[in-house]
């Protein structure tokens, strides 16, 4: 008998460190629905996208937007070939082939999750909102000189080896554990210094620890982005959130953005909306992306679809939910794919 339920899938967004040169490029080329984010983003953003190179993306006040643009079209072309959403589904008239059980974004890619579930009222306040937290984070990585305070590396290996050593190498310095992304991949983030003494007391500690620098500009979710918090919260407090028409998982907890609300006695859109507290915790607390996408596969996920440039956390669902089939869309070719698996169900 032909399967006649939506598949159920989870729609996960990419964040910075992910960006390359030309990313969305063909997406544009190739969707009018992508189209016209890139060009409701701007002009800017959207010759940073295309032809910026890879020093230029790694600058924190490029990437942010840049990337943002990049997880907002994937998610329109996506969501356009699939029929997802009340004017795609009016405009094919016919279901949509799946049920979305859930939603996150990595640390940036929480924002454009906001915006797809309809928390972010449209991609010109997302880009507003994440050009200033771009611009405050950079600010709050540099020392008075102008040069970095802080850097960042993924280390593969056990928790337990990464946290142990976190706590010996940090000494004076900020050092951190904060992206639990996959069972045997944990990020560090701090100062130059701290994460320069781990590397080296890594290739000493006789573990299996193998570290790799990230290509960011500065410790995201560590203590040194503090000083940004307030004025991401006061940024975010001009905007007229609403609520979100899919499930959100938030990176801080790990748990829905409505659990969040109900136990912090506050409301999610209008007056009183616990969404500016949210977002200015969010940059300066650790990313708990293991626990989502183990949240997500009990929400019944029979797919976890990366949006957005690259297909880290492709790799993440493979390695902490391997059950599940992990789908990715950063170009034509990889949503093609994608919907085909989907359609075909291949999942």
Not at 183 to 195: F, K, L, M, N, Y
Request: glycine fraction near 10%.
């Amino acid at each position: 008998m032909p399967r006649v339920s939506p598949k159920k899938i989870a729609v996960v967004f990419a964040g910075q460190g992910a960006q390359y040169p030309g990313m969305g490029r063909s997406l544009y080329e190739t969707s009018a629905a992508a189209r016209a984010v890139f060009d409701a983003a701007g002009e800017k953003v959207k010759r940073d996208c295309f032809d910026a190179t890879r020093d230029e993306l790694n600058m924190t006040d490029v990437t942010q937007p840049t990337v943002y643009a990049v997880d907002m079209a994937a998610w329109a072309a996506f969501a356009e070939r699939l029929g997802i959403g009340e004017s795609a589904r009016e405009a094919s008239a016919r279901p949509a082939p799946v049920a979305i059980v859930g939603m996150a974004g990595f640390s940036l890619g929480e924002y454009a999750a906001f915006t797809a579930a309809g928390v972010i009222p449209g991609i010109a306040a997302g880009i507003e909102l994440v050009k200033e937290r771009g611009r405050l984070m950079a600010a709050a990585g540099r020392r008075a000189d102008g040069s970095p305070r802080g850097a960042m590396a993924a280390v593969i290996g056990e928790r337990g080896d990464i946290l142990e050593l976190v706590e010996v190498a940090r000494g004076e310095h900020i050092l951190e554990a904060v992206n639990l992304n996959a069972p045997t991949q944990t990020a560090i983030a701090g100062d130059v210094e701290a994460i320069a003494d781990f590397t080296e007391k890594a290739k000493a500690s006789g573990k299996k620890l193998r570290v790799v620098p990230l290509p960011v500009s500065t410790a995201f979710h560590s203590p040194i982005m503090a000083p940004a918090s307030d004025g991401i919260r006061e940024a975010a407090s001009k905007v007229a959130f609403g609520d979100p028409a899919y499930d959100l998982y938030l990176d801080m907890t790990a748990r829905t953005l409505a659990e969040y609300a109900e136990g912090a006695s506050g409301k999610i859109s209008g007056g009183g909306s616990v969404i500016p507290d949210i977002i200015a915790a969010q940059v300066k607390s650790p990313v708990r992306w293991q626990q989502i996408t183990e949240a997500l596969a009990a929400a019944g996920a029979e797919a976890i679809v990366e949006l957005g440039p690259g297909k880290a956390l492709t790799g993440f669902t493979k390695k902490t939910a391997p059950h599940v089939k992990a789908l990715n869309v950063c170009d034509a070719e990889s949503l093609d794919a994608a919907v085909s698996a989907i359609i075909e169900e291949n999942i």
